[in-house]
């Protein structure tokens, strides 16, 4: 996308995938290309991502309770604030708190479908690939799990980071070794 401030051409800006480990102490599904991760898409000192909770931002490779791993360059946008603020309230409508699935409509589908709204690139299919695999296994998946997001608007990282539905506990599914 292309925008122009004035007469002149607005300078580019980096859009970059920022990638959660959510299995630490497990470098060994890491080396097999299967972590377990969390991720956002960072521009404009910003970083989106989707929860349980819904569409939202946060300081980037600051999510809570996820260790931040590293940082994958997507592209450039040449577009305001504003005007990235608008393609995310777009994607709001797909991407409301109730319509998480762990597996199928996690952060990782909303960081790609993010990145192909302000890039026309996808993010790198290692990202998701253990929820795709999970996905042809999800019967195995307690289904008090699957609309449990690991990270959470609300939680400022003492909470585990699991969005808790219904006055429930979050179960302890994403913790480390």
């Not at 006055?167 to 070794?177: I, W």
Request: proline share 6%; net charge positive.
């Amino acid at each position: 996308m292309y925008s122009r401030v004035g007469s002149r051409p607005r300078a580019a800006e980096q859009v970059v995938l920022n990638v959660y480990t959510m299995n630490p102490g497990a470098e060994w599904l890491e080396s097999l290309g299967l972590g377990l991760h969390h991720s956002g898409l960072e521009v404009h000192g910003k970083e989106w991502t989707f929860s349980s909770g819904g569409v939202f931002s946060h300081a980037p490779r600051g999510a809570p309770s996820v260790q931040f791993s590293h940082s994958v360059v997507i592209g450039e946008v040449r577009l305001s604030s504003k005007q990235v603020d608008d393609a995310v309230s777009r994607l709001r409508a797909d991407y409301a708190g109730p319509s998480y699935h762990l597996l199928k409509k996690n952060c990782n589908v909303f960081a790609n479908d993010l990145s192909v709204a302000l890039t026309g690139q996808a993010v790198p299919g290692y990202v998701n690939r253990l929820a795709r695999l999970g996905a042809c296994f999800s019967c195995l998946l307690p289904n008090e799990l699957r609309d449990q997001s690991p990270v959470n608007e609300f939680d400022s990282g003492g909470g585990g980071g699991r969005a808790v539905r219904r006055g429930q506990p979050a179960p302890a599914s994403f913790t480390g070794a």
